[in-house]
């Protein structure tokens, strides 16, 4: 037997886990003012939690928007965004250089559902906005957009593109490279923002998650998309998320400084071929970046001057970053 009186505290600086999936009303009236959304209490465990309704109100609020959502991943958040506004015979227009299972979902998974993706390929920007031009037709309902890409740090003119939108087309911003520090996506006209909190937002490299945020209706819609499918993180995974944002604005201070300092040493290097980087006057779109970016983060992307192997080799001779699949983190990867 327990006492259905539950009584805690709640002066605790550092909020709690709730570790559950299971909520309880007091009576028959709760729960309706619960259903008609009087009051605010947990429902079950697919639906809602405490620890990461924290999480979202402070992501929406780095991003400037109404509201937002969790994920299990970054991937999760596109997918379940994607899915929620495009039905069949739908067209999705999305960057083409772009995070490989970015193009894998659009590509080859979206297609079984009757929805085409079209790529257009940003490293040149007149050719971008030629396709766009091309592209955007009446079935057109989502433009995706990965800005900065990974991992050449490609931009688009996201203002020219939102500008040409109609009504009905959502423009879908993915500012994983750049977080909220960077660059505020809702500042030239981003519908929903989408991060892969795994990397910079959480910045330990001890957790998978991903976020979106935007209108209050637009996030509601994708809520209820989220509710059936369960695509929901854990508490223990939402704590940590909540951790690493509280120190996020030092930490992207540090490595957008760090990351300038490598870029230009690697540039300055006669070993090495080319440089991405949106800070240096050579990037391709350095002139976007003025517009749109407030510092370039810390990721450095660049070619040697050499093959395969002389390549091979230098990477296995590097002491310092550990090789893997991560940025963000407080270790250097490459």
């Known amino acids: 037997m327990t006492n259905k009186k539950k009584t805690s505290y709640s002066n605790s600086l550092i909020s709690p886990i709730y570790q559950t999936a299971t909520y309880y009303f007091q009576d028959t009236a709760k729960i309706i003012k619960q259903h008609e959304q009087e009051i605010k209490l947990g429902r079950y465990g697919r639906y809602d939690n405490p620890s990461w309704l924290e999480v979202e109100e402070k992501v929406a609020a780095l991003d400037k928007m109404e509201n937002a959502l969790i994920f299990p991943s970054g991937m999760s958040a596109i997918t379940t965004s994607l899915l929620t506004f495009l039905g069949q015979d739908d067209k999705l227009l999305y960057t083409g250089l772009t995070y490989r299972n970015i193009r894998k979902l659009c590509m080859e998974m979206l297609s079984k559902i ?10 040149d920007t007149k050719q971008f906005e030629d ?11 989502l433009v995706f957009i990965e800005m900065p890409s990974n991992p050449h740090l490609y931009l688009v003119d996201i203002a020219m593109i939102k500008e040409q939108l109609r009504d009905d087309t959502l423009l879908i911003v993915d500012s994983t490279l750049s977080t909220p520090i960077n660059l505020q996506q809702v500042d030239f006209g981003a519908d929903l923002i989408i991060h892969s909190a795994t990397k910079y937002m959480a910045g330990h490299g001890d957790i998978l998650a991903g976020t979106v945020s935007g209108s209050a209706d637009l996030i509601e819609q994708i809520r209820n998309y989220r509710n059936v499918t369960g695509a929901i993180v854990d508490p223990n995974t939402a704590f940590f998320l909540n951790r690493g944002m509280k120190t996020l604005p030092l930490r992207m201070n540090h490595l957008n400084e760090v990351g300038l300092k490598l870029a230009g040493y690697l540039e300055a290097h006669d070993k090495v071929r080319q440089v991405y980087y949106t800070a240096l006057p050579s990037h391709p779109h350095h002139a976007l970046a003025k517009k749109y970016l407030t510092d370039h983060g ?3 992307s660049f070619e040697l001057e050499a093959g395969e192997k002389e390549t091979t080799l230098f990477v296995d001779a590097l002491q310092i970053p550990f090789m893997g699949t991560n940025f963000g983190l407080a270790d250097s990867m490459i």
């Open 298 to 300: 810390g990721v450095v």
């Open 114 to 123: 009757g929805i085409t993706a079209v790529p257009l390929y940003q490293s």
């Open 131 to 141: 396709q766009f031009k091309a592209h955007y037709s009446e079935d057109v309902r």
